[in-house]
């Protein structure tokens, strides 16, 4: 994300509570280099367990100070809708 993203808080969090089209959470440190705000710690295992992959377009909308919606599209522009674990858990049929 582009250092002017800073503009928008009293105080850069350290940390983000990403929030994804099912309401799941997820937390991911925040950190400023080369002139960018970029989502460190907890970011790669975000992408890895939502299938972000090259091509994908992901937008980013602030919620709150500390919280961003996040909406992931595919490549044909399609929004990619991905459950968590407890919703997965929530929903399976009972033996």
């Excluded at 950190?31 to 890895?48: E, H, I």
């Excluded at 994908?56 to 674990?85: A, H, Q, R």
Aim: hydrophobic residues 45%.
């Amino acid at each position: 994300m582009p250092l002017d993203f800073t503009k928008h808080f009293v105080a850069m969090p350290t940390e983000f509570k990403l929030r994804n089209n099912t309401a799941c959470s997820w937390k991911v440190t925040v950190k400023l280099m080369n002139d960018r705000v970029t989502l460190d710690q907890g970011w790669a295992s975000y992408a890895a367990v939502h299938q972000i992959k090259i091509g994908y377009m992901v937008m980013f909308n602030l919620l709150t100070p500390d919280t961003l919606k996040v909406i992931i599209f595919d490549d044909d522009g399609i929004e990619v809708i991905i459950k968590c674990g407890k919703h997965d858990e929530a929903f399976a049929a009972k033996e």
